[in-house]
């Protein structure tokens, strides 16, 4: 491709997603799932303008970032700290209820051959992917609703950040086991390490950035500071611990959320996100779902693994807020926030799909799952909780 080319390609995926997300937004519907639908529609499965790239990945990739690294600068750890213990326990079910319900789905179609047997494995991998949970698109609800600071959006995405990681070690586990290497023990040991380094490193660079903060107060310069933490965790957690960069960036927003000037920062990584890497981010989820070799038989595989997929956290993160004194409309507004699937989830099947666990045509499944959840929580949201701010256009 001409370097040229990424101009138009830039050019379409921006007017397409904004267009697209004020249009939804005054169907009723938050702009995310329009942009959603806009990268459905330029992407490959309509109108082939632009393609998934290297370009549009890394481009989302920060989008991503940014998005994670603002929900962490604009975390109450007061609150954080409330929901610590509930939000563990909600992290559990999250992943448990979903990777039982899976695995039962997949052996009904497929067949029980035993414990330990390959079938019996790709059955429990399938169980796996569905333990994933996609915080972004939940945080950008929640940021676009004004209750990313409640004590249920606290517990959201507190949740999810410790459903991300308790996920990634049960998927370390069913492979290590699967394949006999035993390399769970090596990942356990390299998640417990990421957050004793973010705590040790995390509170070195609180200091510093506070020492800065009273020495330069509302400068571009913290701003710019801030997002290289950002990105910095973000790839010493991916590259060295084994952890999704998401959660990297999100707790360098931890880190920097009780300064002074948290809010500044986080105005200034919003605008910027929101006029380019956000809108990219959520086409590019339409852009990836290519519907090809479709059959009777692995259509009614994409309806149940989207059904259980989606029920299961409902069942699971409701039922155990509802045990820990939430309301009624609370649990469900806790289980539909952790009904999304997405960066994770592709992670997890196309590590599966590495080593050989699934099919390749069972990628459409998880494609089917990450669009519906992505598409459908930003409007089971905004109709849960009633009364929440308005973002601008």
């Known amino acids: 491709m001409e370097s040229y080319s990424i101009l138009l390609e830039l050019a379409i995926l921006l007017i397409t997603a904004k267009?697209?997300?004020?249009?939804?937004?005054?169907?009723?519907?938050?702009?995310?799932?329009?942009?959603?639908?806009?990268?459905?529609?330029?992407?490959?499965?309509?109108?082939?303008?632009?393609?998934?790239?290297?370009f549009v990945s890394y481009m989302a990739e920060i989008g991503v970032i940014l998005i994670m690294f603002s929900a962490g600068l604009g975390t109450n750890l007061k609150s954080l700290k409330k929901s610590g213990i509930k939000a563990t326990l909600i992290a559990c079910a999250g992943v448990f209820i979903p990777?039982?319900?899976?695995?039962?789905?997949?052996?009904?179609?497929?067949?029980?051959?035993?414990?330990?047997t390959p079938?019996?494995?790709?059955?429990?991998?399938?169980?796996t992917i569905l333990t994933a949970t996609s915080v972004s698109i939940t945080v950008a609800t929640l940021q676009e609703l004004g209750k990313i600071k409640t004590d249920v959006g606290q517990t959201i995405v507190s949740a999810a950040i410790i459903d991300d990681i308790i996920g990634i070690v049960v998927l370390t586990i069913v492979l290590g086991v699967s394949t006999g290497t035993g390399g769970y023990l090596i990942t356990i040991a390299k998640t417990a390490g990421f957050f004793i380094f973010a705590i040790v490193v995390g509170y070195?660079?609180?200091?510093?950035?506070?020492?800065?903060?009273?020495?330069?107060?509302?400068?571009?310069?913290?701003?710019?500071?801030?997002?290289?933490?950002?990105?910095?965790?973000?790839?010493?957690?991916?590259?060295?611990?084994?952890?999704?960069?998401?959660?990297?960036?999100?707790?360098?927003?931890?880190?920097?959320?009780?300064?002074?000037?948290?809010?500044?920062?986080?105005?200034?990584?919003?605008?910027?996100?929101?006029?380019?890497?956000?809108p990219i981010f959520f086409a590019s989820i339409g852009l990836k779902t290519t519907i090809s070799g479709m059959n009777f038989e692995l259509l009614w595989f994409s309806i149940a693994f989207v059904a259980v997929g989606l029920l299961s956290k409902i069942i699971g993160c409701s039922l155990t807020s509802r045990v820990l004194g939430f309301n009624n409309r609370e649990c469900l507004e806790?289980?539909?926030?952790?009904?999304?699937?997405?960066?994770?989830?592709?992670?997890?099947?196309?590590?599966?799909?590495?080593?050989?666990?699934?099919?390749?045509?069972?990628?459409?499944?998880?494609?089917?799952?990450?669009?519906?959840?992505?598409?459908?929580?930003?409007?089971?949201?905004?109709?849960?909780?009633?009364?929440?701010?308005?973002?601008?256009?």
């Open 204 to 278: 070195i660079t609180y200091i510093l950035f506070r020492w800065y903060d009273k020495r330069h107060p509302q400068t571009h310069r913290i701003s710019i500071y801030g997002v290289g933490v950002a990105c910095i965790f973000a790839y010493i957690a991916e590259k060295f611990f084994g952890i999704a960069d998401i959660t990297g960036a999100y707790v360098a927003g931890v880190v920097l959320c009780s300064l002074n000037d948290a809010d500044y920062i986080n105005r200034k990584v919003d605008t910027n996100s929101y006029m380019i890497f956000s």
């Open 19 to 54: 267009f697209f997300g004020v249009t939804a937004k005054k169907l009723g519907a938050p702009q995310v799932a329009g942009e959603i639908v806009a990268g459905l529609l330029i992407g490959p499965s309509c109108l082939k303008l632009v393609k998934s790239d290297q």
């Open 334 to 393: 806790i289980g539909v926030g952790m009904m999304t699937r997405g960066e994770v989830a592709l992670i997890v099947a196309q590590k599966g799909l590495a080593v050989g666990m699934i099919d390749p045509k069972y990628f459409t499944s998880v494609i089917l799952l990450i669009i519906i959840s992505s598409m459908l929580v930003p409007i089971f949201l905004k109709k849960l909780f009633t009364g929440g701010k308005k973002a601008d256009e």
């Open 99 to 116: 990777l039982v319900l899976g695995a039962i789905m997949s052996f009904c179609f497929w067949g029980f051959d035993g414990w330990g």
């Open 119 to 127: 079938n019996f494995y790709k059955c429990l991998f399938i169980g």
